[in-house]
């Protein structure tokens, strides 16, 4: 969406009229003065990230440091208060296999109940459809009360795990497989497949587009959650990058410029995955943004 | 797995016909099981558990020692603080949601309307979707409002003449407010902004024309008797949002006003209020804690339900 021609909501011909040349001025210096106040946070960022300690506070503070620190590096790297590399570890492998692992329960649970007639499939479609009724934040008392029985606090499975069991995207999953085209699946039929040959090998590989979109929101949601990771990963090995991160922008035990070099880091690869996933991301926004 | 492909694959038509119900009962909970099962012990069972803990007293255990009756849920609406919670998200959501709604919906008028660098316009408003809480407090903290005298936010006042101020440690004037929405706002912003012009590209070209051929000028008139009309429902899904989202803010309220030496004593929304009271370093109060997330999920069901009626969750199907 959005891209080439922009959508006429002005009669023809308007736009060569003074009245529309003004406005047309008026327009771009708006957006160019609300795109400098958005990019301004992520600039701030790398500013701090790679200057030194009085730089960020002093008084002659400067837009456009003389110099940029890139040794800041190395020192946070090598910095062993700072559980740089395995916050990050913990936080790329939470967010992997609760993406994967959320799309594979998720879809088939969604695929089942569009799909598969079963005489009480309305029953349990209505129990996953009343979760929707309270946020999983709402209720992380009760959850940690859960988890912290298994055993599971400051371990993987906990972090991981409880996030598994979206009802909202198998909800989602069981609308658009309701509206996925049931020719193709005949036709899978015919060909001898049965249930599980029909989703994994015709319906799954048509859907591509769709388990993107949902991966992508699940991916950037996964690695910047904070609230559950803050009461399940206690111990320092566990921690994800945001507690990590957290941890030290709250006691600030550490220097500002390595905090902020930190958090750039901790951006970057959701900033890749932004850039190139985009069009995906815009989808999975329209697709649960408005159903949410 | 196997199971279900060879009985698909292998059984004679009329096999399968006589054995239909059974094989797809079969089918169905070996896609819908795993999840069901899922569902059952990190949704059902914590909300059921909550519900009993929530007649108990339950310090520091997560099994109902001394039954109490509605004790918690009598604490927790007649004492201060978690009444004073859903006090504080009330305020937040007064500047929030309707900070968010006309703001994004003009970015979303505007990067609609031009031809040149659309995209990238876009993109650039939708990028902080991309950062955490955790790393926009950072910024909003420790940079722009850092309320020493050289600060961002402070340099820019002192272009005006105006004196420095404290921001996230200033409580009267409570400045932290501003500091707390204007963070919220850059992140989400970008967001609803993409809902909006999904929203406006989905209006059909031929309503504008008609009002033109009406006489109505481009601009407010159209804006009012078109645009706005035509984006009710989106309109009303952005509100609801905005809303359950403040419902749950906790990330930039622990990140920006915790320090050190804990958290101060107010602006505690509700989710915050519950982690200190229920998790804090007092001791773990499972009891009251339950009890609190007992009323928080009636409140927020509330809510969620009238949406229900509002969008109707079938609305794909018809």
């Known amino acids: 969406m959005g891209d080439g021609a922009p959508h006429v909501h002005r009669p023809v011909g308007y736009h060569r009229t003074p009245a529309g040349v003004i406005g047309s001025v008026a327009r771009y210096l708006a957006l160019a003065v609300a795109a400098v106040l958005f990019l301004l946070p992520f600039y701030l960022l790398v500013r701090n990230g790679l200057a030194t300690e009085r730089e960020i506070t002093a008084p002659d503070w400067q837009l456009v440091p003389e110099t940029w620190h890139w040794e800041n590096f190395a020192e946070l790297f090598g910095d062993p208060a700072v559980p ?37 499939a309305n029953k349990v479609f209505y129990a996953v459809v009343a979760t929707l009724m309270i946020p999983a934040a709402v209720t992380f008392v009760p959850s940690f009360v859960v988890v912290s029985t298994l055993g599971w606090l400051s371990d993987l499975r906990g972090l991981v795990i ?68 803050l009461v399940i990963a206690q111990d320092e090995s566990s921690w994800t990058i945001q507690v990590a991160l957290s941890t030290f922008l709250t006691a600030q035990r550490i220097n500002v410029h390595e905090l902020f070099l930190a958090a750039l880091v901790s951006i970057l690869p959701l900033v890749l995955v932004f850039v190139a996933l985009q069009r995906y991301l815009v989808r999975g926004v329209t697709e649960t943004g408005i159903k949410g | ?69 509605l004790d918690n849920y009598v604490d927790m609406l007649t004492e201060g603080p978690f009444l004073r919670s859903l006090g504080t998200f009330s305020l937040f959501a007064l500047f929030i949601v309707p900070l968010t709604f006309v703001l994004s919906l003009a970015l979303a008028l505007l990067v609609n309307q031009v031809g040149f660098a659309r995209t ?36 820019v006042l002192g272009w005006f003449g105006a004196d420095s101020i404290a921001w996230t440690g200033s409580t009267n004037p409570p400045w932290y407010w501003l500091v707390l929405v204007t963070l919220r706002l850059w992140l989400q912003l970008g967001f609803y902004m993409i809902l909006f012009i999904a929203g406006l590209q989905r209006i059909p070209q031929h309503l504008y024309e008609a009002a ?45 006003l915790g320090t050190a030496d804990g958290y101060p004593p107010f602006a505690r929304p509700p989710l915050v209020y519950l982690y200190y009271s229920a998790l804090g370093s007092g001791g773990q109060d499972f009891g009251h804690g339950s009890a609190g997330a007992v009323l928080l999920a009636l409140l927020i069901a509330l809510v969620t339900l009238l949406q229900g009626k509002v969008f109707g969750f079938t609305r794909r199907e018809d």
């Open chain 1, 84 to 120: 740089m590399v395995r916050s990050l570890v913990n936080s790329v492998v939470v967010a992997v296999l609760q993406t994967l692992g959320q799309l594979f329960f998720c879809s088939l649970a969604g695929y089942g109940l569009a799909r598969i007639p079963y005489r009480h």
């Open chain 1, 162 to 229: 409880p996030g598994l069991f979206s009802g909202f995207t198998t909800f989602l999953f069981r609308q658009y497989f309701l509206n996925f085209p049931r020719e193709l699946e005949e036709a899978a039929r015919i060909d001898g497949l049965g249930h599980w040959g029909t989703y994994w090998r015709v319906v799954v590989p048509n859907s591509l587009n769709f388990f993107a979109a949902l991966a992508v929101i699940s991916f950037i949601g996964s690695w910047n959650a904070f609230l559950w990771p």
């Open chain 2, 1 to 69: 797995m196997s199971g279900v492909a060879g009985d698909g694959r292998t059984a004679p038509a009329s096999a399968r016909r006589r054995t239909g119900v059974r094989g797809n009962t079969l089918a169905f909970w070996l896609f819908v099981g795993p999840f069901a099962i899922g569902l059952a012990v990190f949704v059902y069972l914590p909300i059921g558990w909550s519900a009993l803990l929530s007649f108990f007293d339950a310090y520091n255990t997560v099994t109902p020692s001394t039954f109490v009756g």
């Open chain 2, 120 to 155: 990238f316009f876009r993109s650039v408003f939708f990028l902080p979707t991309a950062c955490s809480y955790v790393v926009a407090a950072l910024i909003w903290k420790l940079s722009i409002f850092n309320g020493v005298r050289y600060g961002l936010a402070n340099t």
């Open chain 2, 212 to 256: 033109w051929i009406d006489g109505a000028s481009p601009g407010w008139q159209t804006f009012r008797h078109v645009t706005l009309p035509q984006l009710r429902t989106t309109s009303v899904a952005v509100l609801l949002l905005t809303l359950i989202a403040a419902y749950q803010a906790f990330d930039e309220f622990y990140n920006v």
